[in-house]
Every structure is written in structure tokens, then in C-alpha cells.
């Protein structure tokens, strides 16, 4: 499923229009589609709260539709007929010559459902004053509350909120998903989302919803003539003296992949991953912490891995370390989490390299501020490297092709959940797919899980070894 935004849609819009298809079409297509949701609602009186350009046509267009259909309907304009859209103006007259009613703000209260046909996709900075405050009223009315396409106020660019928004009880958007419907904070404002068919011209765009069927596609099947050598190695350079269990869950979660073989090699004794996992090749350098002359000791190690993962509870005592590893081993796939991440301030990197940061370690490699997925792509074509952004929605991109994970959920939000994530996309690397191809499959079958079981266990419960022991259960869905 494509996500577009606002400038897509616009174009995506303009390129239906040429090919014969009316606006009008596409305004009558969209109405009768919110009618139809709104009907089996068994509504006793709507109103829409119409702005002056497309998406107010749309509401005003439905209320046209459910007063022919014998529902009490009315309409508030939000601004002067001059101002209004041309398809806005030629939904006036049509709604005039059907006796719809408009009325003043003084009554839009005394309805059952209120349809938000405001601003729409259009909105591009913060709300007129006048503008929050109707949104406000409209807030604090107790009744249903639908939006059309997305809520008024936020930006379906970002999702953010601009100044207020109307909080949905159901959005109804058309066509394609939007950016903004799919990012926090908007997705507290957006309610039950429905998406409905249009007669849009159909193209491929580069950004995409992760879903069970993309992750099947891209799934490595298992064959019965094969051996551990078939599916990978994965060497993982974890753990400290002060955080020796990240490199533990890191391991777990590469064995528990797939991979064929995984070696764990730790600065400091982190003997327990043998009690729990024995399959898992175990190396300790005794020390502290990782050093840069400690690669004359592991160098046969990480040439014979197809992944090396490092990061997992280093600390930025093993920044020389980190460096050595991404100058040297230029041909590895490798995957810099955590700590790794302090290395790579100012430094150009490669396609063959994914990092793995939440916000908060965004700080670790860069001054900027980046939060939208323009800023994550950007970042990606800078740094020249696959990123994989951890976050309530998370954002898997190349620069040229980006994928949104919206699984995600509370359940996440214990220490430990980022160390078992990278252990799984090493080991779907091993297994031989690409980084962005294990990134989307690892986000996918982790909070899959994690959301499954939240029902059952809470959020407050959860934790990394209870996702990890689980996880065969959405890797059987899958094959």
C-alpha cells in the first residue's frame, strides 16, 4: 500500500482530471462513499463544517446525499462564496437547488454527527486564530465526529498539529493513505480510518505501508537440502562491563531468526548466553571494553561473517573500535545500533551499512533535528547508508524507497527491545536478505508479536524474552 503526500495527491488528482475524468466525478465518488458510511450510522440529523476549497465540496456534497435520502442534513459554511474553490462554488448551487439548509455557527451544536470538511490535505502552516477556535467548539461537542480525508489542523505532510485539530471519531480518506495519517501525534486525532476507492489513476510511488504481504515477499524460505552454512553467519560485537545483557538479547534474537550460525564476541565474561542458548558461538576478550587493537584478535572472526552487528551496550569508550570496523571491513553487511552510533559523526558511509536510531540517538551523529520523513531521508542520502528509525511509527528507508512500520505500541518501550531488533535483522541479513529487506521483516514480526501479545500479557508486563520466546508464532504465519 502506497503513502502519499500533499503534492502527490495534488498531482495524482491533475493526472486523473487529463485523462477525461471530471473533478466533479471525483467529488460525487467521494461523497457517495462518506453517505454510505455515515447511513449505517442511522443518523437522526448532520451537519458539515464546510471550508471553501475541495474537501469542504465533499462534505457539502454528502449532506446533498443524505438529505435526498430522507436524513435531516444541513451545512455551515466557513468563509464567503468568493473565496470558495470553483468545485466548492458549483456544490453551493447544486446544494442550493436540493434545499439544503445552511446555517449559522450559532447552531451546530444540535446534531448527532458533525462532518469535518474544513481544510483537508491543503494545510500548510499553523491555523488562523478564528480557525482554532471553531475547531475547539467543535471538540467540546458531544456527538459523532467524522473527518474527510484528514482531520482539520493536522498536516498530512508530517502529522503533526498545527496549533489544534479535530479529533475524529472516524476519518475517511480516499484513494491512498497519507503521511499524516500514519504519524504521531495525528494518529490520536484520526479514530477509526477507513479508506475508500476512487477513480484515481494508479502509479507506483516510493513510500509504502509494511504489511503481512510485502513481508512474505521478501521472507527467506528454509529447503530441506541445505545446511547451517546455507543460512549465514552473524558475528555480533556487544556488551560492556556496565551493560553486559544487551549483547545477550542481540544474540538471541540472530539465532532465533534463522541464521546459521551466530558468533557473540564480548569485551567483557558474559558466560550466561551459553546457559541459555549453547548453539550460540560465545568469545570473551577480557576486558572493559572494546579497543581498537583488539581487531588483530577478531579479524578471522568477522571475515567469515556475512552480518557483523555492533553497538548493543558498548559505550562510547569503543568509538575507535566502531571506526575500524566500518573502515576496514568494507565488502560486510553491517548494522550500527546503540552506541556504534557515536562513530559516525561527520563520516561517510555505504549502501552495505544500516544504523538503527530512536530520537534520542538522532543526537549521537548529528546537530540537526530530525523527526519528518523527509528529514530521515535526507539523512539516509547524506550519510549515504540504509537508516531504520525507531519511533512510535517507524521509518525504514534507502533515500530512494521508504517503508512505514505502524505496529508499534507501548509494549515497545522497555529497555532491551532495540538490542533484540537488531539481533533479528542480522540474522535475516545472514540468511541473505538485503538490509532493508531484513529491517522491514524483523519491525514487522517484532511488534506483530509484542501487539499480540499485549492483548493478552499488557503492555506493563511485557518484556524482550517474552516477545523473542513468541516470535515463532508470527514466523509461522508467514511461511
Do not use: W
Not at 501487539?451 to 499488557?458: A, F, P
Amino acid at each position: 500500500m502506497y503513502i502519499l503526500d500533499s503534492e502527490e495527491i495534488k498531482r495524482t488528482d491533475l493526472k486523473t482530471i487529463q485523462t477525461g475524468i471530471k473533478e466533479e466525478t471525483l467529488m460525487e465518488q467521494a461523497a457517495f462513499s462518506i453517505y454510505q458510511i455515515i447511513k449505517d450510522l442511522n443518523p437522526k440529523k448532520v451537519i458539515a463544517i464546510c471550508g471553501t476549497g475541495n474537501n469542504g465540496g465533499d462534505a457539502l456534497a454528502t449532506i446533498r446525499l443524505l438529505k435526498n435520502f430522507g436524513i435531516k442534513a444541513d451545512a455551515y459554511l466557513n468563509g464567503t462564496y468568493e473565496k470558495c474553490s470553483l468545485g466548492m462554488k458549483k456544490q453551493i448551487e447544486i446544494a442550493k437547488n436540493y434545499n439544503v439548509n445552511f446555517v449559522g455557527i450559532e447552531s451546530i451544536g444540535d446534531y448527532d454527527i458533525i462532518i469535518d470538511g474544513l481544510i483537508g490535505n491543503g494545510l500548510k502552516g499553523e491555523l488562523r486564530e478564528d480557525t482554532k477556535i471553531l475547531i475547539d467548539k467543535l471538540n467540546n461537542i458531544n456527538c459523532k465526529k467524522i473527518s474527510v480525508d484528514i482531520p482539520s489542523g493536522i498536516s498530512s505532510d508530517t502529522g503533526e498539529i498545527m496549533g489544534d485539530a479535530f479529533k475524529a471519531d472516524i476519518t475517511i480518506t480516499f484513494g491512498y493513505l497519507k503521511i499524516g495519517h500514519i504519524m504521531y501525534p495525528a494518529i490520536d486525532y484520526i479514530g477509526n480510518l477507513k479508506l475508500v476507492e476512487l477513480s484515481f489513476l494508479k502509479e507506483r510511488y516510493t513510500r509504502k505501508l509494511v504489511n503481512e504481504e510485502q513481508v512474505k515477499k521478501f521472507f527467506p524460505l528454509r529447503k530441506e537440502n541445505s545446511n547451517k552454512f546455507t543460512y549465514g553467519k552473524v558475528c555480533i560485537l556487544a556488551g560492556s562491563v556496565q551493560y553486559p545483557g544487551a549483547s545477550v538479547l542481540t544474540a538471541l534474537g540472530a539465532i532465533k531468526s534463522g541464521a546459521g550460525m551466530v558468533q557473540l564476541i564480548t569485551p567483557n565474561r558474559t558466560e550466561s548466553i551459553i546457559n541459555i542458548e549453547p548453539s550460540v558461538i560465545y568469545r570473551s576478550l577480557d576486558k572493559d571494553y572494546f579497543k581498537k587493537e583488539d581487531l588483530e584478535i577478531i579479524n578471522k572472526d568477522l571475515k567469515a561473517a556475512n552480518t557483523i552487528i555492533i553497538g548493543p551496550g558498548i559505550t562510547k569508550n569503543s568509538i575507535e573500535f566502531v571506526n575500524e570496523i566500518i573502515d576496514n571491513y568494507t565488502e560486510k553487511k553491517i548494522i550500527l545500533d546503540a552506541d556504534a552510533l557515536y562513530a559516525i559523526k561527520n563520516k561517510k558511509l555505504r549502501k552495505n551499512i544500516l544504523i538503527t536510531p530512536h530520537p534520542g540517538e538522532i543526537k549521537k551523529f548529528t546537530d540537526q533535528k530530525i523527526k519528518t520523513v523527509y528529514e530521515i531521508e535526507e539523512l539516509s542520502k547524506n550519510l549515504n547508508c540504509n537508516i531504520l528509525y525507531k519511533n512510535s511509527t517507524n521509518i525504514i528507508t534507502d533515500s530512494k524507497n521508504t517503508y512505514f512500520n505502524v505496529l508499534g505500541g507501548s509494549f515497545l518501550s522497555k529497555g532491551g527491545t532495540g538490542d533484540l531488533l537488531s539481533g533479528l535483522i542480522g540474522g535475516f541479513s545472514a540468511q541473505g536478505c538485503n538490509l532493508m529487506e531484513s529491517s522491514i521483516i524483523s519491525t514487522y514480526i517484532l511488534y506483530k508479536t509484542g501487539r499480540k501479545l499485549q492483548e493478552e500479557y499488557t503492555s506493563n508486563y511485557m518484556t524482550p524474552i517474552l516477545i523473542l520466546n513468541n516470535i515463532y508464532k508470527t514466523i509461522k504465519e508467514l511461511i
